[in-house]
């Protein structure tokens, strides 16, 4: 490695580079999302806030896409270690600033399935709901701290029916992070209440909903024609990703939300 690309720093200034950087990156993602909740109130578009904001090179473009909140390995686990750092040593301050990070994540996530619960009249009760994607992020079968999770386990509290769909995540993986045999013990209560597809098709057989949770490529070409024709009316879609072709969902006459856009 070329020694001029090599910083040397004593063990605590390591340590406190790596978990800041993923702490400053994930404060970007709740950031971001906080202000398409805005966006929604509002009427702004947050692609067209993030565009601008972006173009300024204080700021730049990156980690400012609207989503359903961070997941992965890292950025929960170094936000939580700097804020035991700072409680550590007795700022107080400190560790409620960086608290808040994570509570505005889980806060934006619980805000999706409020969504699908308030469009679909109140209830999704014995309605099933497709959800497309449950990686935390696309191209990978990582699902640790997946918001999917969160989305997810808050509609099953409210008694919806899910029907699952992601390109590599396990049936078996998706079970045990939504923690199903304790939450449906009868294996046919199970099999009532939650559905593994292999296609997006199949997901939607019969959904009152759709949620994209995992910004798959695939997704963004996706018939919706074809699946609004097997979805129960009238058929709703919930974009937490962005990344659906809004012109080809109307068209097919589905109800959209698209987080950021009034």
Same mark, same amino acid.
């Given at each position: 490695?070329?020694? #001029?690309?090599?910083?040397?720093? @004593? $063990?605590?200034?390591?340590?406190?580079? +790596?978990?800041?950087?993923?702490? /400053?990156?994930?404060?970007?993602? &709740?950031?971001?999302?906080?202000?398409? !909740?805005?966006?929604?109130?509002?009427?702004?578009?947050?692609?067209? $806030?993030?565009?601008?904001? =972006?173009?300024?090179?204080?700021?730049?473009? *990156?980690?400012?896409?609207? =989503?359903?909140?961070?997941?992965? &390995?890292?950025?929960?686990?170094?936000?939580?270690?700097?804020? %035991?750092?700072?409680?550590? %040593?007795?700022?107080?301050?400190?560790?409620? %600033?960086?608290?808040?990070?994570?509570?505005?994540?889980?806060?934006?996530?619980?805000?999706?399935?409020? *969504?699908?619960?308030?469009?679909?009249?109140?209830?999704?009760? =014995?309605?099933?709901?497709?959800? /497309?994607?449950?990686?935390? *992020?696309?191209? !990978?079968?990582? !699902?640790?701290?997946?918001?999917?999770?969160?989305?997810?386990?808050?509609?099953? #509290? #409210?008694?919806?029916?899910?029907?699952?769909?992601?390109? *590599?995540?396990?049936?078996?993986?998706?079970?045990?992070?939504?923690?199903?045999? @304790?939450?449906?013990?009868?294996?046919?209560?199970?099999?009532? @209440?939650?559905?593994?597809?292999?296609?997006?098709?199949?997901?939607?057989? =019969?959904?009152?909903?759709?949620?994209?949770? !995992? #910004?798959?490529?695939? /997704?963004?070409?996706?018939?919706?024609?074809?699946?609004?024709? $097997?979805?129960?009316?009238?058929?709703?879609?919930?974009?937490?990703?962005?990344?659906?072709?809004?012109?080809? &969902?109307?068209?097919?006459?589905?109800?959209?939300? +698209?987080?950021?856009?009034?």
């Amino acid at each position: 490695v070329d020694e #001029e690309k090599i910083l040397t720093t @004593n $063990v605590w200034s390591s340590e406190l580079s +790596k978990l800041t950087s993923n702490a /400053f990156l994930a404060q970007r993602i &709740s950031s971001i999302n906080s202000i398409a !909740t805005l966006c929604e109130a509002t009427g702004a578009d947050i692609q067209e $806030v993030s565009t601008a904001i =972006g173009t300024d090179t204080r700021i730049g473009k *990156k980690f400012l896409e609207a =989503g359903p909140g961070f997941g992965g &390995s890292c950025f929960q686990k170094d936000i939580l270690n700097l804020v %035991y750092l700072c409680s550590h %040593y007795g700022l107080d301050h400190i560790a409620d %600033y960086w608290q808040k990070v994570i509570e505005l994540n889980k806060w934006h996530q619980h805000r999706i399935a409020e *969504k699908v619960v308030e469009n679909l009249f109140g209830t999704v009760t =014995g309605k099933r709901i497709a959800i /497309f994607g449950f990686a935390f *992020k696309a191209d !990978t079968n990582d !699902t640790r701290e997946s918001p999917a999770i969160r989305v997810c386990n808050d509609l099953l #509290e #409210e008694g919806a029916k899910l029907a699952f769909y992601d390109p *590599k995540v396990s049936d078996e993986q998706i079970s045990k992070d939504l923690n199903l045999l @304790n939450k449906f013990p009868d294996e046919n209560s199970r099999k009532n @209440n939650i559905i593994f597809c292999k296609s997006c098709s199949q997901a939607a057989i =019969g959904a009152d909903a759709i949620i994209i949770l !995992t #910004e798959w490529s695939e /997704f963004k070409s996706l018939d919706w024609a074809q699946l609004s024709s $097997v979805m129960r009316k009238p058929s709703w879609l919930f974009d937490a990703r962005r990344c659906s072709d809004t012109e080809s &969902s109307k068209a097919a006459g589905m109800k959209i939300w +698209k987080i950021g856009a009034k």
